[in-house]
């Protein structure tokens, strides 16, 4: 029997050239002469090996598994495809061996080397191998020598990686002799450590701009190790990498790819396999955006900078000492640059209340992200934190007239009362940019001075990006009904001017009176049908309307209209207060000066306003110079949201 059938092949110099044109493979024959059975072979040659193999003079050709029996002649013979430039033949006979050569090996991981020898004579080639599904592959250069072992003589085989397939093969001199193998590290822990990573070759091929991560692994032993995503604390190497839950990626030849992801260098692949693992990041070291931070009186500013289309989103969180985490506190805050040309900037505002509070900041349009933690640091001059430690520290010396009068006595009069604070929902025509940091601006007065929830979709987005406008509007109308709430319609010149398209719409016909696509539209269906029913007649509401003397008068509110409530401001914004609130409230005494304030200055911002200018900067600025004017320092737990 011939376990293995090995042919050598030395090519003639003078058909070298004939060997390199249009050669693809070989046809192997085996012919055993007393049976007459033969068997045909074809083997084709790589193309990744073809410049390798046109360069040499030696060919060397294996076919495991031919069998025959003990003492018969088998004759081998060899040409060249397509064209037969070469043909070469050989005949044997099959030597009478009953198993393959004895040894004994002893494993020395210091020297990393494997000492192997045999019992008795006759001497024994042995090598080492890379055990895959057919064949034993040999090392590397210059681990993939050969050495010859005698009774009297053990060879010593270094070896380069420890690994679990591993293998030393042993034979006789002689050609065909039957071989014998061992593996002995396929149970030994040490073959799955980081070595059998170090072995693999890993290419990335993740890709920001497609929000696909994609990486592929090659070793030297048939493993098929899973992949999931994890996120590192720092971009330090010895970082923890925290796993990502139901993040497994997908497996199609050794290429490990996962979509919807952010792409980051923080944000990584974990390969494991058994009871090991290897944590492999994106080989790019530029994200697709990056975020900074600062910090002024009351406000955290975060500047984003993108150049992929993409929303982020961002909470206040407490750092844990013990464990180190930081647990994230609603609301969460979340921005969406428009599409088109990129790069992007944008500037999302957040209210800071404690020196300890941190923010979480993370992309928020994609299944898969990890969430960076940035924590203000106040020892490197900034001022605005500075500032307010020493406006809280030495107070006394500053304003203590004020805070006599004003914080102390009036305090049980300013401060509303929780225990009865009733959601309101703001409802607003979107006439303009600048109206729309009006209504925000707004929104925050009452959500600071009433402490009462204040639900404005422009603080929202995410949410409603996810449901629609529609079912958003009617889920928050049901929530302020079941919690004896208010619907606040903030009036303006443009919402007369949008109430009458969509009243002309209304009265156009069911059939032909499209779905409101926006929140006033949404809000005015809504008020419709609440306010008149199914018989036609009128009933009383939770509805209040409310507009600014300087932007508007009376006589823009429709006639329909005119039997809700209706609030001057800010005149009668203690009356507001009242109805929002209950007849018990009271109104902050710096409420009334804040809001005639915001208006004058919207006033003024508008007068400025040029084409050339760009809104959001006009924006970024109105804020700063409300932050620390429309805010006393005597509410220090003030929560204001933002809606940048």
Not at 513 to 541: I, K, V, Y
Not at 623 to 629: E, P
Request: glycine share 6%; aromatic share 8%.
């Amino acid at each position: 029997m011939v376990p293995l059938a090995q042919v050598t092949l030395t090519r003639e110099p003078g058909i070298r050239g004939s060997m390199r044109a249009g050669i693809k493979g070989l046809e192997l024959h085996f012919l055993v002469l007393n049976s007459n059975r033969s068997v045909r072979l074809q083997v084709f040659r790589r193309r990744k090996h073809r410049q390798q193999a046109d360069s040499g003079t030696l060919w060397q050709l294996q076919f495991d598994c031919f069998t025959a029996e003990s003492g018969q002649w088998v004759f081998v013979w060899l040409e060249t495809l397509p064209n037969r430039a070469l043909v070469l033949n050989q005949s044997l006979q099959v030597i009478n061996e009953k198993s393959g050569p004895k040894f004994h090996y002893t494993w020395m991981p210091a020297d990393r080397v494997i000492e192997v020898s045999v019992p008795e004579d006759p001497n024994v080639t042995v090598r080492l191998c890379h055990q895959l599904a057919l064949e034993c592959e040999e090392l590397h250069p210059p681990f993939h020598k050969q050495a010859l072992v005698s009774r009297h003589q053990p060879a010593v085989l270094p070896y380069e990686y420890l690994l679990p397939c591993l293998c030393i093969e042993a034979s006789y001199e002689h050609r065909d002799s039957q071989r014998k193998k061992k593996c002995p590290f396929q149970d030994q822990p040490e073959a799955y450590g980081p070595e059998l990573w170090s072995s693999m070759q890993i290419e990335d091929y993740s890709t920001s701009d497609e929000a696909q991560m994609a990486m592929s692994l090659r070793g030297r032993c048939l493993l098929y190790p899973s992949a999931s995503l994890c996120w590192k604390d720092s971009a330090a190497l010895e970082a923890t990498c925290s796993d990502i839950p139901s993040s497994t990626a997908t497996r199609s030849n050794q290429i490990y790819t996962l979509e919807e992801v952010d792409v980051h260098p923080r944000l990584c692949f974990k390969f494991s396999y058994i009871n090991s693992s290897h944590v492999e990041c994106p080989h790019r070291t530029d994200p697709a955006w990056n975020v900074s931070l600062s910090v002024n009186f009351l406000q955290v500013h975060l500047h984003f900078h993108s150049r992929v289309p993409a929303s982020f989103s961002s909470a206040l969180c407490q750092q844990q000492p013990p464990l180190g985490q930081c647990v994230p506190e609603p609301p969460v805050y979340t921005i969406t640059h428009p599409e088109g040309q990129g790069p992007w900037d944008l500037d999302l505002i957040l209210p800071w209340r404690i020196s300890r509070s941190c923010v979480l900041v993370w992309r928020s349009d994609v299944r898969f992200s990890g969430k960076q933690l940035l924590c203000p640091d106040i020892s490197r001059k900034h001022w605005g934190l500075l500032a307010f430690g020493l406006g809280l520290g030495l107070g006394l010396l500053v304003g203590i007239i004020l805070l006599i009068r004003w914080g102390l006595h009036g305090f049980h009069r300013d401060t509303p009362s929780r225990g009865h604070s009733r959601p309101i929902l703001l409802i607003y025509s979107p006439d303009s940019e600048e109206h729309k940091q009006l209504v925000c601006a707004f929104a925050a007065l009452l959500h600071s001075a009433l402490c009462c929830p204040v639900l404005l979709d422009l603080w929202e987005l995410g949410h409603v990006g996810r449901l629609g406008i529609l079912p958003w509007m009617y889920a928050q109308r049901e929530h302020v009904s079941q919690e004896q709430g208010q619907v606040l319609v903030l009036w303006s010149a443009g919402s007369a001017r949008a109430y009458g398209l969509w009243q002309g719409k209304a009265r156009a016909g069911p059939q032909l009176a499209p779905e409101p696509h926006d929140l006033f539209g949404a809000a005015m269906a809504c008020l419709q049908g609440e306010l008149w029913g199914t018989s036609g007649a009128a009933r009383q509401s939770d509805w209040v309307i409310a507009y600014f003397s300087k932007l508007c008068g009376r006589r823009d509110i429709p006639q329909a209209l005119r039997y809700l409530p209706r609030y001057r401001l800010p005149q009668e914004l203690p009356g507001l207060v009242r109805v929002l609130q209950g007849p018990s409230s009271s109104t902050p005494s710096w409420f009334h000066a804040s809001a005639k304030s915001l208006v004058c200055r919207l006033l003024r911002a508008e007068k400025k306003k040029g084409p050339q200018n760009r809104p959001h900067k006009r924006w970024r600025k109105a804020t700063d110079r409300l932050a620390g004017s429309l805010f006393p320092l005597a509410h220090p737990k003030l929560r204001r949201p933002n809606c940048t």
